[in-house]
């Protein structure tokens, strides 16, 4: 599409339309992106031949969504996962109260500090292709950290990250059954000073930036479809996930929107580019964390499969008797769908939990079998994977 957007080549539209068609297939949350089109497309400058093949693509892509759906029903083998976020949404909206919207403003709120600070090292070097209004900035700051400290006041951690990527267990992702009660959260290890100081840094220079080139990007908006189209993709896609729930890996495709739509909106403060220092140090220290998450993931996860390896092969418990997360439960268990199996204690085809697995943390109910400790890097901290069973 942006190819397109770019040329208005009609065999390009062809293409893009096509490979839209598959995208939505496998996921539908792909549908925004021909229906982002499709909104740029009703200008009257656009050639009558080019209009009819976006409303007709448009068409066919929904068309064949709703004939797979059809399908799917009719062979009765509609995964109960592939409608999970529509019917949710649904749900959501039919039953609207305080505690959904305030939900969706905690979401809100960690996908605007989650892309901030994405985005950190991109407005830095922005930042440092022009002259700072040192007054201005400072006024965004303060205020920036006034407002995340005061929603920190009402949380229990001022850790921001809400995912599967980075969460307040540390880095990756913990599928345990309700991971609150199993595995210690290192988020409270991270003072509030730090979490409040980046968060109120990321956010301020998205704001300063914006607050300096408004005009400039309202313009540029306006007078480019493909601004507005990357733009509409962007703003289409949030409610997809963002009035469900935020996984920090469902924020990936918006980053991948961002960065471009960035690039273009701001493509007049990088025409003399010169050096930045602090986006040199920003790029390390975001290099480093990378590498700590890489560790601690991959050392967390030997541990793992070493314990339950211990347990089925040496011991000779059976894998349907052990909890040992998803990707152990559903290795071994998985039956017809996640949500419609043989399960008997979670989804994640847990069919019974005489043993458990737990990162530094015992649970009630159970008895130490066996301890592994390991090194965790991030917060220079050594971590015990513990092998439970419950009591007779």
Known sequence: FTAYLKGE?????????????????????????????LLVSFGKGIPL????????????????????????????????????????????????????????LFYFYTTVVSLSVLLLPFGLYVLSQQKV???????IFLSCLVGFGFIGFFRDTSFPFNGQIINDYGIGGYFFYEPYSRVAQVSHDIPDWFNIGLISIS???????????????????QSSRLNQFIALTAILYYPCFGFVYVFDRYLLFHFILLIPLMILL?????????????????????SLFTLIGTHDYFEYNRTKTKALDELTLEQKIRPGHIDGGMEFNAWHGYEKDFYKGNVGKDWWCIKEDDYLISIDKKVKGYTSYKEYPYSSWL??????????????
Request: include cysteine; proline fraction near 3%; charge should be positive.
């Open 133 to 139: 209004k040192i007054k201005k900035a400072l006024l």
């Open 266 to 286: 701001f493509n007049d403060a990088l025409q003399n580019t010169k050096r930045s220092t602090s986006v040199h140090g920003v790029l390390a220290i975001f």
């Open 9 to 37: 080549r009609l065999k390009l539209l062809f293409w893009a339309f096509f490979f839209a068609i598959i995208a939505t297939l496998s996921r539908q949350v792909g549908m925004v992106i021909p229906l982002s089109f």
């Open 379 to 392: 917060g220079l901290k050594q971590r015990k994977l513990f092998v439970l069973k419950k009591n007779p």
């Open 203 to 221: 956010v301020g220079v998205l704001i300063y930036l914006v607050s300096e080139k408004f005009n400039s990007v309202r313009q540029k908006l």
């Open 49 to 104: 031949k080019h209009r009819i093949y976006s409303y007709v693509g448009v068409f066919f892509s929904i068309c064949t969504l709703i004939l797979y759906y059809l399908l799917l029903a009719s062979l009765k083998s509609t995964p109960s996962h592939y409608t999970m976020h529509p019917n949710e949404l649904y749900h959501q909206v039919l039953g609207l109260n305080k505690e959904i919207v305030l939900r969706w």
